[in-house]
């Protein structure tokens, strides 16, 4: 399969999801809180170099990924390189490329993990459930009762299928998306471009 399918159908099951999302928010008023990105603040952020290829496959039509990469490799911050922190406002952040976020950057705080019995359990935030208390109570209740709610496991089971290697290992954010990056670089490498 070509970069450009793999990205196609890694979008398309991000579409899937967004809908589902959309659905579970509006089912039980569920919202991170505007400007938060507590969550990515988090160091030990692992993702697969599957969900950036949709991300490295921009950059690379965009004549930004050697830049990437060259950032990538310099930078030794654990933190999201596409994570960019407000100056002005307390440890809150946004994402810079939100359309090319990653797949446990959608499914965090609005998803559900299984338990060891099997059983779904909310996968969100300690800030959304001091800030949202009546709505994550509204969203437990909501599982309980066997409401449609994404399963963490059913995406990257879905993203694997797309390419079982790349799908595969969870590594440093940051990681995947070099890795990502080079898997692009490296396959557009020796094709002739495109006549305009």
Not at 145 to 164: A, S
Not at 178 to 194: G, H, M, T
Request: overall charge positive; some cysteine; aromatic content about 12%.
């Amino acid at each position: 399969m070509s970069i450009y399918h793999k990205v196609q159908a890694v979008e398309k099951v991000f579409v899937k999801l967004e809908k589902e999302l959309a659905s579970f928010k509006n089912a039980t008023g569920l919202n991170c809180l505007t400007g938060c990105g507590l969550c990515c603040h988090n160091p030990e952020i692992n993702a697969t170099a599957l969900e950036f290829l949709p991300f490295a496959y921009h950059l690379h039509k965009n004549g930004l990924a050697y830049q990437w990469l060259d950032d990538l490799q310099q930078n030794d911050s654990p933190l999201c390189r596409i994570f960019q922190p407000l100056k002005l406002q307390n440890d809150k952040g946004f994402c810079s490329q939100y359309k090319f976020r990653g797949l446990i950057c959608r499914l965090f705080a609005f998803s559900a993990n299984h338990n060891k019995y099997g059983e779904p359990k909310l996968a969100t935030c300690k800030t959304i459930k001091e800030a949202y208390p009546s709505e994550y109570e509204s969203a437990v209740s909501l599982i309980a009762e066997g409401g449609k709610v994404p399963i963490m496991t059913d995406y990257y089971h879905q993203l694997r299928m797309i390419d079982p290697d790349l799908g595969r290992q969870l590594i440093p954010i940051n990681n995947a998306i070099e890795e990502a990056l080079k898997v692009v670089l490296s396959y557009y490498a020796y094709r002739r471009p495109r006549r305009a």
